[in-house]
């Protein structure tokens, strides 16, 4: 029976896709940074120019601000790896029955999408709110702690910390867990188990889990457009600013250009330092043992267990109560939504959300956005699943990370120039430039999802079913397609959330007439912050989490990761 999706041409829709609307809008902001004029309407030119890149490289401004940013998205990842970790052994070590509840507490997190998150670090750190009181309470002076660098680095360290927790979890979970049990046998305690044992074998989920949270920290705007009161800039606000409020596209590529080159070479960088802590890998020699002086161990076995609680208890917090807070401000009656003290209960919020117009039909929009992402999204990426899995063709590795390369470049780059192309080939309706961008960010994940499901397929059926004399088309129809119903639909599910979420990119796209609801939600928190925004905010968390039970029915959340 001839193999579905065995060669590499099942690959090839999803390959054109990313031509179209990954490629194409990466090459126009290319080109539009090597224009020599700044006007919006300047003609075209195809020969270089380096004088945005000059102009970013004379100010100061330009300069500092993207210094800040990498040191920012340095820090953020630094003290996301920190908090991940004690989570990921945590998800690790808790019994299989309440595993999938200890996944829902990442990835609720991971599926809101960031202006709720952020709101919910506004209430946190809000002069009224739970923090403050507690310190005031200590009787230190009220603190001062929004609108600032600490206030963005902890809103971002909330919204990317799942990335590392999972990339961290997808090694633990597999590592031999009789190793540990053989060091504790020789004598070693809980610290040095992990600095000799855990760590080093566990630096490979940790390079990729820095490279994902080092690259979407240093892009970021939202959280630091939000939480930083337009106090603080970062380059992805710089670019937003002036692509779209100045019009200044060439200067705006040019500086995405260059996050891009920052975000490559940041990726070489964890890359080779990670591989000078792993000299084995590869190389089938042994690494040398980490040698602490005694009293240093002694004192780092002493203190092990009540750090790690610690940190772990940090890490939930801060994943779980940002949410907490916005569902009670959601019922908070006071017209402000940054107001963290309570001041009695109402569901006025939410009737205004039902009695606005303008929020069902953004909300009907995103819904038709995020299923057409879905729909083409798994069109294209099931052949692909096969091509990868089945195929025996030569570069079957490059072409697999090639797919997955969305994911690795910063997304404003790529709404940035999706939005150029619209405006070069106007013909083309803004929701179709929309829909193609989110089936490039939603495709690498049904895609990650559907290989692991056609991985686990049973090929004796499908022999079985050849040998009995049925057509290949019968073959997938009868046997193939029930085996993938469940992994199809649960990476349905995940693609809808990632869809219906999505602010960055989409931010950039939309227009007077065409608004998805959780950019709605951004720009009415960055300007009005009505208590609406919390209500309306609380129904997208109960609508990630309805979607999360629904999976979890289906195939525990623990295993959605595992796929």
């Excluded at 200067?251 to 792993?278: C, D, H, P, Q």
């Excluded at 940054?338 to 109402?346: E, H, I, M, N, P």
């Amino acid at each position: 029976m001839q193999k579905q999706g065995s060669g590499p041409l099942g690959a090839l829709p999803y390959t054109l896709w990313l031509l179209a609307a990954f490629a194409a809008p990466l090459a126009a902001v290319a080109l539009m940074s090597v224009q020599d004029s700044p006007e919006p309407f300047a003609p075209l030119s195809f020969i270089p120019a380096g004088t945005q890149y000059a102009e970013l490289l004379g100010d100061s401004f330009y300069v500092r601000t993207f210094l800040n940013t990498l040191l920012m998205g340095a820090v953020v990842t630094a003290i996301s790896a920190v908090l991940a970790y004690p989570v990921a052994l945590w998800l690790t070590r808790l019994p299989a029955r309440w595993r999938p509840l200890g996944f829902a507490c990442v990835l609720v997190p991971l599926l809101t999408n960031v202006v709720v998150r952020s709101l919910g670090i506004i209430l946190l750190l809000s002069p009224t709110g739970f923090i403050a009181q507690g310190v005031m309470g200590l009787g230190f002076p009220r603190p001062n702690m929004l609108f600032g660098w600490f206030a963005v680095g902890l809103s971002l360290t909330q919204v990317f910390m799942p990335f590392l927790v999972l990339a961290l979890y997808d090694v633990l979970e597999g590592q031999d867990r009789r190793l540990p049990e053989a060091a504790a046998g020789l004598g070693a305690g809980p610290a040095m188990i992990f600095l000799r044992v855990t760590l080093p074998l566990s630096l490979q989920g940790l390079r990729a889990g820095l490279t994902v949270v080092f690259l979407l920290a240093s892009t970021a705007y939202v959280s630091a457009t939000l939480v930083g009161g337009r106090k603080v800039y970062v380059s992805a606000m710089v670019v937003y600013k002036e692509g779209l409020e100045i019009l200044n596209y060439p200067l705006a590529s040019a500086l995405a250009v260059l996050m891009m080159a920052a975000s490559v070479a940041a990726a070489f960088l964890i890359s080779f330092v990670v591989g000078r802590f792993t000299p084995w890998i590869g190389q089938r020699r042994p690494g040398r043992p980490l040698v602490l002086p005694r009293a240093v161990e002694t004192v780092l076995e002493a203190i092990a267990p009540w750090v790690s609680r610690a940190l772990l208890g940090i890490g939930l917090f801060l994943l779980l109560f940002p949410l907490i807070l916005v569902a009670v401000a959601s019922v908070n009656d006071t017209p402000q939504a940054s107001v963290a003290q309570f001041r009695g209960f109402t569901w006025r919020w939410y009737a205004m959300i039902l009695e606005n117009d303008r929020y069902l039909s953004d909300a009907w929009t995103s819904a038709k956005l995020a299923a057409g992402a879905v729909a083409l999204s798994l069109a294209i990426s099931l052949p692909a699943a096969f091509a990868l899995v089945r195929g025996g063709f030569r570069g079957r590795d490059a072409l697999g990370a090639g797919l997955m390369l969305p994911l690795a470049l910063p997304g404003i780059a790529i709404g940035l120039g999706m939005l150029k192309l619209l405006q070069w080939f106007s013909a083309i309706p803004p929701f179709i430039g929309m829909l193609a961008v989110h089936v490039v960010l939603v495709a690498p994940f049904t895609l990650a999802m559907l290989r692991a499901s056609v991985a686990a397929l049973d090929r004796a059926l499908e022999e079985a079913a050849g040998g009995l004399g049925a057509a290949p088309w019968r073959v997938f129809q009868r046997v193939v397609l029930p085996q993938l119903a469940p992994g199809i639909f649960v990476a349905g599910l995940l693609g809808f959330l990632i869809s219906f979420g999505e602010v960055t990119v989409t931010a950039f796209l939309t227009t007077a007439r065409l608004q998805t609801l959780p950019v709605r939600i951004y720009a009415e928190a960055a300007f009005s912050l009505e208590n609406t925004v919390n209500a309306i905010s609380t129904l997208t968390i109960l609508l990630t989490v309805a979607l999360l039970l629904i999976v979890n029915r289906f195939v525990a959340l623990d295993r959605v990761w595992k796929r």
